[in-house]
């Protein structure tokens, strides 16, 4: 792996990606420069961003690059700059739309590329799953990961799948339908990617529920196992099971698990 480290004066968000573009810790075969025109952060096919921030000026921070595979190059910065608040970062998202972002509750920056096709069919059919249910309910309304919701704690979270009662989505305040909206959903679901660390899941998972999410849906292709997360702090792990059947906000709702644990595509051999 390679380190690189570089001292820069005081910086916004927007132009410290700015530098990291012009300096090529982006290029190199690694993904494209950044722009200054645009301010736009592209994509890296099976990579994603880390970006831990400073405490105060002069300490040292991290970029880290994460490729699918494993492999991390890391380049360590000495800079300070100034904290993305919510406005910040839904500008930063709607540039980098073809990215998922998300913001923890730390204040660093997670930025990540599309997922492969196993994984988006995956989440594709968990969310279609939840719309049909949702449309056919009415008492609540399905979303999939577009949607970004501030957390209590200063995350901004967007799960694969999620679901909100009408009655609160119907009390917010009309400007804050164009943006994220400062909202815990009733119940998620995330769905591990054959790179995803199960620990971090986890981590993401139990923060949902310290956040108010009244029920959490860990679901592990790879080892046919639904991490359930409830209200009350308890965790409960299904082995295999042949479908999930929702509880509290979700009373109702079944997710069948035969697509999800053998999907109807692949198993053909690879091209030369």
Known sequence: MTMAVAT???MSWRALFFFFGGCGFLGSGIGAPLTPENGAVQAIPGACFRVRRTLSYGEMSTLMLQSRDGDTIQCDVDFAFDPMDNDALFDFCRRNGELNIERTAQGEIIVMSPTGLEGGLHDGEVYYQLRVWADRDGRGIASCATLGFLLPDGAMRSPDASWIRRERLEALARELLKKFPPLVPDFVIEVRSASDSLRKLKEKMTEYQKNGVQLGWLIDPG????????????????DAPEEVAGSGPVEGFVLEMRRIWNPPFGGGEAEA
């Open 223 to 238: 080892e046919q196992r639904v991490h359930v997360f409830s209200a009350d702090g308890g965790v409960e792990i299904l």
């Open 8 to 10: 820069v004066p005081a």
